[in-house]
């Protein structure tokens, strides 16, 4: 496709995201390029088309340079393709320094088997031992492979993805809290909704507010287990997702946590938007129910 076409669809991605039920542009409240990233790099997944279609060319540009245009019969949108090269050096020297050697472990080589690679001089002090599958730059230099964080337990947890998409914004701490929208013109005061006390930040309303433990205690009592929170949201996440729970429990553990973070969403934006008062009581009862209501068999199709 076009790039021009290709950053349409681009606008229209950004457009679903930001846009109000108006139809006018909202408040980003995080960067397009960590939408983009890969779920298990904190991401949601999102292309970016602009880059792999400019890398599709370039996969049939590498290819024609191979075989020959010859092969193709020429003319048309081949000579294009061939063209991209000459026209766009900058592009062509960002293809020639991310062009790697994939070095496999040799399941797909009879002829070959090998579990490390070793990179430097004839073996010696400067050599480096690399895992198979690693990667290599052109100069032969491993560039590693990246791990998964715990942004990949968020998406395979057992409840609906709103709530998932809920934890994301939280584990990010930017969801529109008084503290964010004080910065932004769009409050006075940034007082916590729930306590009235301290600035209304992403970490303090989840996990700060003396209410929110008082319905994080409750699930604490049920598990039997003493907990003390961390000072980063995406920590906090990462502490309770690595606790050791027996197998039948671990699921109920984790439904409890998204219930909980749910929970105290819905009861702060009651406050807001149908001026109800906060109650724990009202709170736990939506964790007992939401977890009760995830934790049901899912009914047959057809």
């Given amino acids: ?21 108006d139809r006018s542009r909202g408040m980003p409240t995080i960067k397009w390029d960590i939408i983009q990233r890969p779920k298990n790099q904190g991401g949601l997944g999102v292309s970016n088309l602009v880059l792999k279609n400019m890398a599709f060319l370039f996969k049939w540009w590498w290819s024609l340079n191979l075989i020959g245009l010859e092969s193709c019969g020429g003319g048309g949108v081949w000579t294009d393709i061939m063209q991209i090269g000459g026209k766009n050096k900058e592009l062509l020297g960002v293809f020639r320094e991310g062009l790697q050697l994939i070095v496999g472990n040799g399941n797909r080589t009879i002829s070959m088997e090998v579990s490390t690679l070793t990179v430097g ?32 337990k968020l998406w395979k947890g057992p ?46 309303l989840f996990f700060g507010c003396e209410h929110a433990w008082k319905v994080w205690s409750f699930v604490l009592k049920e598990f039997n287990v003493m907990w003390g929170w961390p000072g980063e ?70």
């Fill in 1 to 21: 496709m076009s790039v021009t076409v290709a950053k349409k669809i681009v606008s229209l991605q950004c457009g679903f995201f930001w846009e109000k039920a």
């Fill in 121 to 152: 001089a004839g073996g010696g002090a400067g050599a480096v031992e690399l895992p198979a599958k690693a990667y290599l730059n052109q100069q032969g230099q491993g560039v590693g492979v990246l791990d998964s964080s715990g942004f990949s």
């Fill in 159 to 204: 409840t609906p993805p709103r709530v998932k998409l809920l934890c994301w914004f939280v584990m990010h701490e930017i969801l529109n809290t008084r503290e964010r929208l004080l910065s932004c013109g769009v409050v006075p005061q940034p007082e916590c909704m729930l306590c009235g006390k301290l600035p209304e930040s992403v970490h303090h």
């Fill in 233 to 302: 949201s995406l920590k906090c996440f990462e502490s309770w997702f690595g606790r050791n729970v027996r197998n039948n429990y671990k699921e109920r553990w984790v439904r409890y946590f998204f219930a909980v973070i749910w929970s105290l969403w819905k009861g702060r934006n009651k406050m807001i938007f149908n001026e109800e008062l906060f109650s724990v009581k009202s709170a736990i009862n939506e964790v007992v129910v939401c977890v009760n209501y995830w934790s049901r068999p899912l009914a047959p199709l057809g």
